[in-house]
């Protein structure tokens, strides 16, 4: 059993976009304060902070996850994955993000971090989404900019690009 | 931000934070400490109601690391740990098979991002009046495995849910597993639900089970929990008798999201259709 204290900072250490990262807190600290606030990862967005809006979507382990429903103390040896982390390889976009700017899918950017991430796991699970598909998993995110269309565009034209690029 | 102390903004209420590795730890710390503890299973309900501070335990006991929870397993019944999530459940290859019942209900619980961390036996102990879980275990004459430093019982659901939030779980004892009677030969099970959007807590939402010789019907989002009937194969008018009593000996509630004749109303029309399509 591992206990850590009320009102006392312990120290608590992830693998955050593929580095070791560790920081300090109370066990009442949220995942997404602590990746703002101590990791100085603010790519991850806060909104409504009870699971509504999505904003603060990251991986953990491979899942997605509600930073603001996440203590940082759960995250202690996980595997945490944040849009900081979404890259082509070479510092560039990643094809979702290249294609998310392609279909105007994003404008203030505010809810972009979170659906990102959440596509990154839907794909894995559903590599051949259809339209109703990908708007149930959109239901999870709220946007108040684009009206979605652009979102379910993009998400779709990855969706057949990967495809076709696991069978070349 | 910094807050005014010079530390950090946090919104939940100050905690010991304790993760366990095995079940037996677990019950040692809900026998010491009862009422100030609550169990932190997937989080999905408790840290909203701890970042809204409607909750404010002095301990929180971390269950999902716990050997032995993650397990589902299908004997008699299919009987879910602790510590299986809900999108875990969803995805098992045989679901549809043992229990479409589970297999058309989990699909409506909250979204793909929520259901990837909330628990089954999580949702059922919460036991929120609208939920999908409770109702589907209501309907199927399910059962709650209890544990506690003193041993085990195992309650069906019409004992287990009391109300509104309220379960005969006491405070010292864990959900351990839940269990799904499988679907029977012959035996037919639907679901339906009415909710503002898809994702969002049922305003109503019914779940049947029929066999040749009998229809079960369970009704959430209208009272304080779950309620069930049992009914011969009624068809034509005795079924629309049956569903109006239904609906009238309900504690329906007025909320924002619906009133408690639309309630009713919802309960005659898709118990109608749902019956219909089960029965035909
Ligand atoms: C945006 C959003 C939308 C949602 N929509 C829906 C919906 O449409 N339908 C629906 O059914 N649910 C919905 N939920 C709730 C969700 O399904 C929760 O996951 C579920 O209610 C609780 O499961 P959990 O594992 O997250 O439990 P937790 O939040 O960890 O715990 C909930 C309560 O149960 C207790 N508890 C948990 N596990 C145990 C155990 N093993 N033994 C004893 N006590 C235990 C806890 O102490 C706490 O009091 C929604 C949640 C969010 C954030
Ligand atoms: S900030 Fe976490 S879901 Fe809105
Ligand atoms: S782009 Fe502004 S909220 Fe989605």
Redesign the interface.
């Known amino acids: ?7 006392e900072k312990h120290a608590v250490a992830f693998t955050l976009n593929g580095r070791e990262r560790q920081g300090w ?6 995942l997404s ?1 602590f990746l703002r ?2 990791l100085g990862a603010t790519g991850t967005h806060v909104g409504c ?3 509504v809006c ?1 904003a603060c ?1 990251v991986l953990i382990n491979d ?4 930073a ?4 940082a ?2 995250a ?1 040896g996980a595997r945490v994955d944040t849009v900081e982390g979404l890259h082509d390889g070479a510092g560039g976009l990643n094809d979702l993000q290249q294609a998310f700017r392609r279909h105007h899918a994003l404008q203030c950017g505010f809810c972009t971090s979170g659906i990102l991430m ?1 596509c990154e ?2 794909l894995r ?1 559903t590599p051949c989404p259809d339209e109703k598909q990908v708007r ?2 959109l ?3 709220l946007c108040r900019c684009t009206g979605y269309a652009g979102i379910v565009k993009a998400i779709l034209e990855v969706a057949a690009s990967r495809r076709e690029a696991s069978h070349a | ?1 910094d807050g005014a102390d010079g530390g ?14 095995t079940v037996d ?1 677990a019950v040692e710390l809900l026998a010491k400490y009862g009422e100030d503890a609550r169990v ?1 299973a997937g ?2 309900s408790l ?2 109601m ?3 501070r409607l909750a404010q335990p ?1 301990v ?1 006991i ?1 269950i ?1 690391r716990c050997a032995g929870l993650d397990r589902i397993s299908a004997g008699g019944a299919l009987e879910v740990g602790a510590a299986v999530t809900q ?1 875990a459940l969803e ?1 098992r290859g045989t679901l549809q098979a043992e229990s479409p019942l589970l297999a058309r209900a989990l ?1 409506h619980i ?5 259901r ?2 909330g628990t089954v036996c999580g949702s059922i102990a919460h036991a929120e009046p609208s939920a999908e879980l409770p109702l589907v275990l209501a309907a199927l004459n399910g059962s709650v495995s209890l544990r506690s430093r003193k041993g085990r019982r195992e309650l069906g659901a019409g004992a287990f849910f009391t109300g509104m939030l309220a379960t005969a779980r006491r405070a010292d004892e864990l959900v351990e597993a839940v269990r799904f009677p499988l679907a029977g030969q012959g035996e037919r099970q639907g679901f339906s639900e009415f909710s503002l ?3 969002d807590f049922a305003v109503v939402a019914l779940a049947a089970s029929v066999t040749p010789a009998r229809i079960r019907l369970a009704v959430g989002g209208v009272d304080d929990r779950p309620r069930v009937v049992e009914w011969p194969r009624l068809s034509g008018s005795a079924l629309d008798d049956g569903l109006n009593e239904l609906a009238w000996s309900l504690d329906a509630r007025n909320d924002p999201h619906a009133s408690a004749r639309q309630r009713r109303q919802l309960v005659r029309r898709l118990g109608r259709e749902l019956i219909g399509v089960l029965c035909a």
């Open positions: 059993m591992k206990r850590y204290v009320a009102g807190c109370e066990p009442r600290m949220l304060d606030q101590q902070e009870h699971g999505g979507t899942e997605p996850a509600r603001c429903l996440t203590l103390v759960q202690e959440s796991a839907f699970h149930e998993m239901s999870g995110h | 931000m950090w903004c946090v919104k939940p209420p100050v905690f010991d934070y304790l993760r366990v590795d730890e932190l989080g999905q840290l909203p701890l970042n809204m002095r929180l971390d999902t999108a995805r699909p909250s979204h793909f991002q929520v990837s961390r959007r898809h994702g």
